[in-house]
């Protein structure tokens, strides 16, 4: 870590300490928003990953025959679209924390820091109840249900840190550029098509599988199917490099956030 950056870490550190309550009061209040007079609740947690396995079972398994490494297609998706839902969710979220909490911001000092990586690990519930069905997935498939998979809180761990390094990135950038949030959107559909949800990693065109790889979503995508899978073992190096790319963006993204919070409050 660079003496330019060991400060704001240390200094984040305390601080994010000191509001602590703060922090998880409003990923509270953004976990209680989200389920806030809706009809079906939780339930729209495992409903998104189920309905895109179906879609993609139907156009990429049937149609475009996509290898399953072994497996039903239905439990190689569904193994992708828990950690793909949450990045799904969390990084537009967090990408618009700053705007939906403008009020609060020029009101009240805290470590504005605190407000994206709320929205992003707000998602985590709807991860952990996902995660749940996919066992009985697994089970309704006849797929083993390998001691593996007590590794994914460990996998959700770079994945929440890269979606808080974007998170606050386009949240800072999107105070001062309002129609930054409309390339957020633009901008997910195309990491969806970059990672290894539809597809393995196995499938990505090889002259290209180092460039690619830089995104933190592929080794992190492929450590979590790989755990569920009984036909292949984790990529250890993939998911190391994924962990080490999102570790620097997080601490480029702290970088740029520490030197822009500071008009927050004059620009929102």
Known sequence: MSAAVR?????????????????????????KIRYKQTLLGALWAVLQPLAMMVVFTLLFSKIA??????????????????????????????????????????????????????AALSGTVDFFIASFI????????????????????????????FTTALGMIFSSLNVKYRDIKYTIPFLVRIMLFLSPVIYGTGNLPEKYQKV???NPLVGIIDAFRASALPTRSIDW?????????????????????YKTEREFADII
């Open 7 to 31: 400060p704001i870490a240390v200094e984040w550190l305390a601080e994010f300490y000191r509001y602590r309550e703060l922090f998880f009061f409003l990923v509270w209040r953004d976990v």
């Open 65 to 118: 025959d996509i290898d399953s490494e072994g497996v039903p297609y239905q439990v190689f998706s569904y193994a992708a679209m828990v950690p793909w839902t949450f990045f799904e969710y969390a990084m537009p979220n967090a990408s618009n924390s700053l705007i939906s909490n403008s009020k609060l911001i020029s009101k009240v000092y805290f470590p504005r820091a605190i407000i994206p990586a709320a």
């Open 134 to 161: 996919l066992i009985f997935i697994m089970m309704f498939y006849h797929v083993p249900v390998q001691a593996s998979l007590l590794l994914w809180p460990l996998f959700l761990l770079p994945l929440v840190v």
């Open 212 to 214: 690619l790889q830089l």
């Open 237 to 257: 190096p993939l998911f190391g490099l994924a962990c080490a790319v999102s570790v620097v963006l997080f601490m480029v993204a702290a970088v740029y956030f």
